[in-house]
């Protein structure tokens, strides 16, 4: 499958970042849930609902993300790079 040829960034990477990413943004859900219905249940139950469906989107939107050339700088890798002269 085309989303796992290029090796770019590691998958663990991916799904850690996308872990942390969802912990942010399911504290958010869980507050603005809370603040539109004033029930703690019904804010929790968005807030797990989303924090399990939106781990994996993420993971796979990085995941396309990695195989876009667009807007990335390719920089040499530092064991290749000439020795500068004093």
């Given at each position: ?13 991916s ?22 219905t ?11 609902f989303?924090v ?8 796979f ?10 807007g990335?700088?390719?920089h ?6 000439p020795?500068l002269?004093p």
């Amino acid at each position: 499958m085309f989303l796992f040829l290029r090796q770019i960034e590691s998958h663990p990477r991916s799904f850690a970042k996308a872990v942390s990413w969802r912990v942010l943004g399911s504290i958010d859900t869980f507050i603005w849930s809370l603040v539109m219905t004033g029930s703690f249940k019904v804010a929790g139950s968005i807030a797990a609902f989303e924090v399990i469906s939106k781990i994996f989107l993420f993971y796979f939107h990085e995941r396309i993300w990695d195989v876009v050339p667009w807007g990335r700088r390719h920089h040499p890798h530092p064991a290749h790079q000439p020795a500068l002269a004093p």
